[in-house]
């Protein structure tokens, strides 16, 4: 492959891996304080519907993702409801939420533009358009450097750069603040922070409401940044993938960057070369396509190693008296 190719598949790495940045980081807030979450995909769902409707309605993106952010930190609360103040099972709240995101969005889609479960394209200010950098159009004839920076780095959405900028706030959060420290604490010990007279509650949901605020970012970038428009369950999986890399990664925001761009890395491949030949048999397109699902279960089953996630996870906490 020449420098061009290569920075094709790169540049579509990049953009196909930020919905699952966001959504890993979503569920890295919600899982570091014991909250599963498997709704990401819901919320993410949910959150591009709303996005792309409200940017159709009105023609102003910006108006589109808080609309897709509110709908996904709706999603939010109601797991919230289910899983922190009820004490429910929190995989079955998050299965009911992906059921949830799943019909409504149709319904609603249908109800309001009877296209069959799609929103009008978007266009102009309804989308968010590339940014250039600052002096990339001087430096796209320098070779292999300007080529890098004109055609890989400059030319993104602002969500992009925004889903980038995430991980080392995500770090810093969760690492060099007060709030980190108690937010993992009670992932590990829910018991000891509330001895020390913090919120057990009122932590799990602010982390819960960080998740549903970022897959509101993921899914309003899918619909209105990597696509021009809602269709039926476009989401396709990428919440369970976000939640692969999240294991991947071990709950660490670095690892997350390096796992979601592993696998926007197989999605591009997949994309780019649909019609190749090993040892003189054509591979089917549908087994390219299938290609970043088949090695999710393959590095998850073969690589991760043990991976041992927060010990209070999945847990509801029952203040003792």
């Given at each position: ?9 790169l ?13 890993c980081l ?5 899982e ?16 591009a519907?709303?996005?792309?409707a ?14 897709g952010c509110?709908?996904?930190m ?37 109800d309001?533009f ?7 394209q ?21 070779p ?7 055609d ?13 900028l ?61 696509s ?5 369950d ?21 690892s997350?960057?390096?796992a ?41 089953a073969?690589?991760?190693g043990?991976a ?14």
């Amino acid at each position: 492959m020449d420098l061009n190719t290569v920075l094709l598949i790169l540049d579509s790495t990049l953009r196909l891996a930020t919905p699952l940045l966001f959504a890993c980081l979503a569920g890295l807030f919600s899982e570091r304080a014991g909250v599963f979450d498997i709704g990401l995909e819901g919320k993410m769902l949910i959150a591009a519907f709303f996005s792309a409707a409200a940017a159709a309605l009105t023609g102003n993106v910006w108006l589109g993702l808080l609309a897709g952010c509110a709908a996904s930190m709706a999603l939010a609360a109601i797991h919230g409801l289910a899983s922190i103040t009820f004490r429910g099972n929190q995989l079955i709240s998050g299965v009911a939420i992906n059921f949830l995101a799943t019909g409504l969005t149709v319904l609603i889609a249908q109800d309001w533009f009877q296209q069959g479960g799609r929103t009008p394209q978007l266009e102009g200010g309804a989308r968010f358009q590339p940014i250039t950098l600052p002096f990339a159009e001087t430096l796209r004839d320098v070779p292999v450097f300007g080529q890098i920076y004109y055609d890989l780095i400059s030319g993104h959405t602002i969500l992009v750069y925004a889903g980038f900028l995430a991980v080392p706030a995500t770090w810093y959060v969760l690492f060099r603040t007060r709030f980190g420290l108690r937010l993992r604490a009670v992932g590990e010990n829910p018991g000891a922070v509330d001895t020390a007279g913090v919120s057990v509650t009122g932590l799990r949901y602010g982390a819960v409401m960080i998740c549903g605020l970022l897959c509101g970012f993921a899914g309003a970038y899918l619909s209105t940044g990597l696509s021009a428009g809602f269709v039926k369950d476009m989401s396709a999986g990428r919440g369970f993938i976000a939640l692969a890399a999240l294991i991947f990664a071990k709950w660490r925001p670095w690892s997350a960057l390096g796992a979601c761009l592993l696998f926007g890395l197989l999605d591009a491949l997949g994309n780019r070369f649909q019609s190749i030949e090993i040892a003189g048999i054509a591979l089917p397109v549908q087994f390219m396509q299938a290609l970043p699902y088949i090695l999710t279960v393959v590095i998850l089953a073969g690589f991760v190693g043990k991976a041992i996630p927060p010990r209070a996870g999945g847990e509801a906490y029952v203040k003792e008296r």
